[in-house]
């Protein structure tokens, strides 16, 4: 067998993958900033790593995947304090939510999915070592910034030069840095903030910045030095190249061997996402679209090119992957392990060992399937079916997914709010307001905001 193949950011070319420990492989993943339920783009960064960690673990390797969750963050204050509720309670129920939406999409969880908030020490103690070696400095308004200049090397992941960022750069820029090429590595604490995000530190108490958590958490979990960092192809610049000169900075020798990004889901050409408002949740989709039809919408693309999101797509890959099940409807693919020397089972292999090559491994899939209704074998039944199953598709009953209608993962909820709704009117009617209070609190604890209109009518938004 050849050997793997993946196209590394950082040298913009396909590289064979070496790893750093012969048949081991650490693998760290950008996740998610929980204050809002997950998008498209974010099922694509699931289900893209999802498979390459799959198909790497079937080729033998020891895989440690980290797939980290941001729950600090300027949002994530801000979206708190507007429901009136704390950090942890917001984080932890979209957290949950998170898990319910990878887990429909036949995601895997992560060997490792560290909270940011769980690893302060860690980021106090590489700012330190940054400061140590010069890259680091106190403003004046109280926050630790990294001196982008003093880095050798800037620019190199993205292929930005310190001339084209200088000259693009914006002019409301923080007056604190020395430099508007800076970034923040400690944010000090305003008044204004809660005191669940207020940690002390030698610069004074305050909160980490975004990029610091990353390289904290994978050193920590991985080591100085892994094979491969993943995440969207936004991350690249500059959350990643900033992520590099911390860690290189502090370490002093290279962070990660190879970068992946996979690209952006769009809508009408324009990339899909939350700041431009033109995006759909997971639980939208679901609710018209079987989970394995939208990862099997995901994988017939290569990850690293635009994925086009449209319910015209959506349709045909249903189709598509109602044909791959009819193919086994009428053939038991169950029996002994295979022996997977036969040629469809290499054309699947080569394909994912250049560059996760998804399009064309299904492509090999449609030929099983093919030989399956002409020759009705049960032994090509369950190569179709594990070799399917390395993507992480085609594993359920036939009759099941041909016959099965959308998850809705929200509306079971509905009833259930409703008669908390009415539970909590007639606590009112009879003068019961501790337990009229206690039920608006318990709905809030899950996302549920109430708002009480006149005329006696309440009416319920998600947070």
């Known amino acids: 067998m050849s050997k793997q193949k993946i196209y590394n950011t950082l040298s913009r070319e396909k590289q064979v993958f070496t790893p750093i420990e012969p048949g081991k492989i650490r693998m760290y993943v950008c996740g998610m900033t929980v204050y809002d339920y997950c998008h498209l783009g974010h099922a694509r960064v699931m289900v893209v790593f999802d498979m390459v960690q799959r198909w790497l673990r079937s080729s033998g390797f020891d895989v440690t995947y980290v797939r980290n ?42 060997d490792h999915a560290p909270r940011a908030t769980q690893y302060v020490p860690q980021m106090l103690s590489l700012i330190q070592k940054l400061e140590n070696h010069g890259l680091a400095y106190k403003a004046e308004d109280g926050d630790v910034n990294f001196s982008v200049r003093d880095f050798e090397g800037y620019g190199k992941l993205s292929g930005k030069s310190l001339d084209d960022l200088r000259a693009g750069e914006r002019v409301d820029v923080n007056t604190g840095k020395r430099d508007p090429l800076d970034f923040v590595l400690w944010k000090a604490s305003k008044d204004s903030e809660p005191d669940e995000v207020k940690w002390l530190s030698p610069w004074g108490t305050g909160r980490p910045g975004w990029h610091i958590e990353c390289s ?82 995901i994988l017939r693309a290569h990850y690293r090119s635009p994925l086009n999101y449209s319910d015209a797509h959506l349709d045909d890959g249903k189709t598509a992957l109602s044909r791959l099940y009819t193919a086994l409807k009428e053939v038991s693919p169950d029996g002994l392990p295979l022996d997977m020397e036969e040629i469809h089972a290499q054309r699947f292999a080569e394909a994912m060992l250049d560059d996760f090559n998804t399009p064309i491994a299904i492509s090999v899939l449609f030929d099983l399937a ?56 007639a606590a009112k009617k009879a003068k019961n307001f501790a337990e009229s209070d206690r039920i608006r609190n318990e709905l809030l604890a899950d996302g549920i905001i109430l708002e009480d209109k006149a005329g006696g009518i309440t009416e319920w938004r998600r947070a």
Do not use: C
């Not at 932890?92 to 036949?106: K, P, S, T, V, Y």
């Not at 190569?383 to 209608?405: E, N």
């Not at 509306?411 to 909590?424: H, L, Q, S, T």
């Open 69 to 110: 969750i941001t729950d600090i963050d300027d949002k994530i204050i801000k979206r708190a304090v507007e429901n009136g509720e704390t950090i942890s309670q917001l984080t932890n129920r979209f957290i949950r939510f998170m898990d319910e939406d990878a887990a429909a999409l036949g995601v895997q969880a992560p």
């Open 216 to 297: 904290a958490m994978s050193g920590e979990l991985l080591g100085e030095q892994f094979d491969i960092h993943g995440g969207g192809q936004d991350l690249q610049f500059p959350h990643h190249e900033n992520e590099i000169a911390q860690s290189e900075g502090a370490h002093r020798h290279t962070f990660v061997n190879y970068w992946m990004h996979n690209g952006f889901v769009r809508l009408d050409n324009e990339k899909m996402s939350k700041s431009l408002g033109n995006f759909f949740t997971i639980r939208d989709v679901l609710k018209k679209y079987d989970p394995e039809v939208v990862r099997f919408f």
């Open 370 to 425: 093919s030989e399956v209704n002409k020759t009705r074998s049960t032994v090509l039944a369950r190569q179709l079916k594990a070799l399917a199953g390395t993507l992480g598709i085609l594993q359920r009953a036939p009759i099941d997914f041909l016959q099965a209608t959308p998850t809705v993962l929200d509306g079971k909820y509905d009833v259930m709010i409703a008669a908390k709704i009415e539970a909590r009117a």
